[in-house]
């Protein structure tokens, strides 16, 4: 504690931990707000922090800490993303992220913790739980490294980090281009106009959704689903739109459009519906919003409660994914892949069982080829014969038992005439060594198990994509579209999990070929090519 000064101190290269550093006069200096943050950072997997009070100006310090070092750099470019992307506005004075290494400079200082005004603080009652000016230097040093200890995330938990800010990263860049590649404005533009009654739309408005989708979906405003497809298209293109247009936006990106390939961005799609919108609207604003040509940081504050918001007879219950038909193709082929599954589950434990030979799950997934997942969903065709065959081992003579005395007398070996004292110390230090190798035996073989269970979540989510894409029916697919199936396949190819996953993608590369084969379709190119010369040309494809 210094006389005149508050001590701080500058990030190196690698640390331990990370602030977020919050004013009191911030926008999210409140239980709501801290309740977010600290929401956003469990889905990351960072589910442990400590909140303490910086100084009596009652701003907090969100710390984040973790076993061993990482990347300062690193570190802060991660958490820059994930509040970013989840719409938090990082400004000095309202959200800060410390580790702030510099580029050119020595990067910005931190205020050490346990100076004067420092105090530990409950998350959810936000109440002053111990404050520094009442413990002694030693007791608040024990009070703040037991913080450390207990609320540290391994690498691991920096790595899922990474791969969430990742994947989040992808699926916002994925919002973009499907804002951007919205259609142009043209016969399908249904004018706007006032509602007489309180309607789930007119009549023409449900007969346009009704031959769109085939049939009016349940609980879709036709009327509201077609202002927000004209929004779409053409964006605002009158004074005080923009909470019209927020809204039945929210409902058309709820329900999508199958004329457009637009998929439907249902119950657990609120994130994606809230990028797709901010990035239309700040595009095709058409300087009808005062608030969005400024580029004003609240002119879309209201896009996150319109893409959150429930209807009050759903409040309070679990929400279920909206999903559009599957086609029946998809469910024959779910129901074949778990036949097989089944019968080849049978098979291995019907050998287990012809050797009496007891099994574990590692071995019935290798017998089977079946991942862990699929085993356990199918318990029932080998929980039974485990037991039994794990029953049987224990009646088996004691030489199937290594325990102490249970071997048979002809099969334990001669004791020795003289017996072998050891001292206390010596026993007790072999001891402690036997049980460390034993934990590091175990902590490996549960990175072990981590790594094959990560290997194998990346398999199926590699398939899930995949297969998303596949038209139910090729031969009657547009020409375009199977360009583009064709590419993404082949770039998915450079992200095969294993050889049998790559020869069944490329399986269906060659099928899609087949049926390009000879068919023409339209080459189209950019505005910059056709300024260099390049003409348009209309070639069939092949192989």
């Not at 927000?228 to 009158?238: D, H, I, T, V």
């Not at 439907?264 to 040509?293: C, F, P």
Request: charge should be positive; charged fraction near 25%; hydrophobic fraction near 35%.
């Amino acid at each position: 504690m210094h006389p005149k000064y508050l001590l701080g101190a500058r990030a190196g290269r690698a640390t331990r931990y990370a602030v977020l550093d919050i004013d009191s006069g911030s926008k999210y200096h409140n239980q709501k707000s801290l309740e977010l943050i600290l929401r956003t950072l469990g889905d990351a997997g960072i589910s442990k922090s400590a909140l303490y009070r910086s100084s009596y100006s009652d701003g907090w310090h969100l710390y984040i800490y973790f076993d061993e070092p990482v990347s300062s750099k690193d570190l802060r470019n991660q958490l820059v993303q994930l509040l970013k992307l989840k719409g938090f506005l990082l400004a000095k004075g309202t959200l800060e992220i410390f580790p702030h290494p510099g580029e050119n400079s020595d990067g910005q200082g931190l205020r050490l913790p346990l100076q004067p005004g420092f105090a530990w603080l409950n998350p959810v009652t936000l109440e002053v739980e111990h404050d520094r000016a009442e413990l002694s230097p030693t007791k608040a040093l024990t009070y703040f490294l037991d913080d450390l200890e207990h609320a540290a995330h391994s690498r691991h938990d920096f790595h899922r980090l990474k791969a969430y800010v990742e994947k989040l990263g992808e699926r916002h860049n994925a919002s973009v281009v499907s804002a951007k590649s919205m259609p142009s404005p043209g016969a399908v533009v249904v004018p706007f106009r006032r509602k007489t009654e309180q309607t789930q739309g007119g009549p023409d408005d449900a007969a346009i959704v009704a031959s769109v989708f085939g049939s009016v979906p349940p609980g879709i405003n036709s009327t509201s689903w077609l202002k927000g497809r004209n929004y779409a298209m053409s964006g605002l293109n009158g004074p005080s739109q923009r909470a019209d247009a927020i809204f039945c936006l929210s409902h058309y990106l709820f329900y999508g459009d199958p004329e457009f390939d637009r998929p439907a961005l249902g119950y657990g799609y609120e994130q994606q519906r809230t990028w797709v919108i901010e990035q239309l609207l700040s595009d095709k604003h058409n300087d009808q919003s005062k608030d969005l040509s400024e580029g004003r940081q609240d002119a879309l504050a209201q896009v996150t409660r319109a893409a959150n918001w429930v209807p009050p007879h759903k409040r309070g219950q679990e929400l279920q994914p909206y999903q559009s038909r599957v086609p029946v193709s998809w469910v024959r082929n779910r129901a074949n892949l778990k036949m097989d599954a089944r019968k080849r589950i049978e098979k291995a434990v019907s050998e287990f069982t012809i050797n009496k030979t007891a099994f574990s799950l590692r071995d019935l997934k290798d017998a089977s080829g079946c991942s862990t997942d699929t085993i356990y969903k199918h318990k029932d065709l080998w929980a039974a014969a485990k037991s039994v065959l794990r029953d049987r081992l224990a009646t088996d003579p004691g030489e199937y038992n290594a325990g102490v005395g249970a071997a048979p007398q002809e099969s334990q070996p001669p004791s020795p005439s003289i017996p072998k004292i050891c001292a206390p110390g010596r026993l007790a230090a072999r001891r402690i060594v036997f049980e460390i190798k034993v934990r590091a035996e175990r902590e490996a073989k549960a990175k072990e198990r981590e790594a094959v269970k990560k290997q194998e979540y990346s398999t199926l989510q590699w398939q899930q994509e995949v297969i998303e894409r596949l038209p139910p029916d090729l031969t009657v697919c547009d020409s375009r579209q199977l360009v583009s199936i064709l590419a993404f396949y082949r770039s998915m190819l450079l992200h095969c999990p294993g050889e049998l996953e790559q020869e069944w993608l490329v399986s269906w590369i060659d099928r899609i070929k087949g049926v390009l084969a000879g068919r023409p379709i339209r080459v189209l190119q950019s505005d910059a090519e056709r300024s260099e010369g390049a003409l348009t040309a209309e070639e069939p494809v092949t192989s």
